[in-house]
T-cell receptor, first 111, second 114 residues
Framework: GQQVMQIPQYQHVQEGEDFTTYCNSSTTLSNIQWYKQRPGGHPVFLIQLVKSGEVKKQKRLTFQFGEAKKNSSLHITATQTTDVGTYFCAPTSGGSYIPTFGRGTSLIVHP | DADVTQTPRNRITKTGKRIMLECSQTKGHDRMYWYRQDPGLGLRLIYYSFDVKDINKGEISDGYSVSRQAQAKFSLSLESAIPNQTALYFC?????????????FGDGTRLSIL
């Protein structure tokens, strides 16, 4: 089945520093979704990327889809304590409608 | 999402017991999913259903079964619970269609098997 690696597993930052998580696949992806799960909460959909090289922004969050559609990244500028949580990528490939969730990157922001 | 309701929220039970986790939704979505979350392992798909007559195995279906009684309800059963099924379980829904759609998750059921 589709294999996706998400790195790093954990990231500690000081408030105000930037943060990036990466999602890498060995196969070409059809599209990729990103979710955020706050501590004690449930995953919440953030965005979906479909096109090669696509870049989307949501305030301080920038999402990118690689040109070869085998990787994606989420970058947060000037982190805040409200950014704390685990960020999951969830790509699909082939004709599947079911995403495969990465293991997630847990972001810890120190005030 | 309050529109996706899971019951119970917490459950402690003993090895060998039969357990049912319920999920109901008021979003009118056709597709429903059951996931299991373990620390460091992300979300793993157990079963999914695209409509009332459709049941599909996911990545880790062994030891589990599901029932889609109606569009709004999707229940997960553990026929004979074992300790390594201790985990956080999430139900999710999405609209139908030709492409992958965002999933909407319930608040989860924390299950402990002693």
């Amino acid at each position: 089945g589709q294999q996706v690696m998400q790195i790093p597993q954990y990231q500690h930052v000081q408030e105000g520093e930037d943060f990036t998580t990466y999602c890498n696949s060995s196969t070409t992806l059809s599209n990729i979704q990103w979710y955020k799960q706050r501590p004690g909460g449930h995953p919440v959909f953030l965005i979906q990327l479909v096109k090669s090289g696509e870049v989307k922004k949501q305030k301080r969050l920038t999402f990118q889809f690689g040109e070869a559609k085998k990787n994606s990244s989420l970058h947060i500028t000037a982190t805040q304590t409200t950014d704390v949580g685990t960020y999951f990528c969830a790509p699909t490939s082939g004709g599947s409608y079911i995403p495969t969730f990465g293991r997630g990157t847990s972001l810890i922001v120190h005030p | 999402d309050a529109d996706v309701t899971q019951t119970p929220r917490n459950r402690i039970t003993k090895t060998g017991k039969r357990i049912m986790l319920e999920c109901s939704q008021t979003k009118g979505h056709d597709r429903m999913y059951w996931y299991r979350q373990d620390p460091g392992l992300g979300l793993r798909l157990i079963y999914y259903s695209f409509d009332v007559k459709d049941i599909n195995k996911g990545e880790i279906s062994d030891g589990y079964s599901v029932s889609r009684q109606a569009q709004a309800k999707f229940s997960l059963s553990l026929e004979s619970a074992i300790p390594n099924q201790t985990a956080l379980y999430f139900c999710a829904t999405s609209v139908g269609g030709l492409r992958n759609q965002p999933q909407h998750f319930g608040d989860g059921t924390r299950l402990s098997i002693l």
